[in-house]
């Protein structure tokens, strides 16, 4: 079975590694200045398949929706967050928490997750996602990092 995904809304995807299901980023609510614009193609977490981890690229409401997320029914599922996001996690009782620095990798059931370096101006990861072949990058809200160009130079 192929590897497939399913936007939720904004960086919250559903990702299945033929049965083993990730969620991305986590948001599932809205409040003043933070509107999706968009239907959630999953109403809420307790809406959500049975799942083999949680990613969570850095702690900004729109991508760590701790108090939506309680409703999904298992607080053992593994979570993966940035170093220094772990304590906010289990605060809210999620009892299976790792947290990774960039270069650093755990594995989600079959599927190998790495974490690599992001900038978005808080402490944040990016995630490499790789199982039977197939490699998936999730960016979250990471900017491009690397040698600026002035106008006209090649890249």
């Not at 999706?36 to 193609?41: C, D, I, K, L, T």
């Not at 398949?49 to 850095?58: C, E, F, T, V």
């Not at 029914?73 to 605060?91: C, H, M, Q």
Request: hydrophobic residues 35%.
């Amino acid at each position: 079975m192929p590897t497939t995904l399913e936007r939720v809304v904004h960086a919250c995807v559903l990702l299945d590694f033929d049965g083993a299901k990730i969620l991305t980023d986590p948001w599932f609510s809205e409040r003043v200045l933070y509107r999706q614009g968009e239907p959630r193609s999953i109403a809420t977490a307790a809406d959500l398949p049975r799942l083999d981890g949680i990613l969570i690229s850095h702690v900004h409401y729109d991508h760590c929706d701790l108090g939506a997320l309680a409703r999904y029914r298992d607080k053992n599922v593994p979570i993966v967050v940035n170093r220094g996001t772990g304590k906010k996690v289990r605060a809210k009782r999620w009892r299976n928490v790792t947290e990774l620095d960039p270069w650093q990798s755990t594995r989600l059931g079959p599927v190998r997750v790495t974490a690599a370096p992001a900038g978005h101006g808080v402490p944040e990861v990016t995630y490499l996602l790789e199982a039977d072949g197939t490699t998936v990058f999730f960016g979250a809200d990471t900017r491009r990092i690397g040698k600026k160009h002035s106008p006209g130079e090649e890249a």
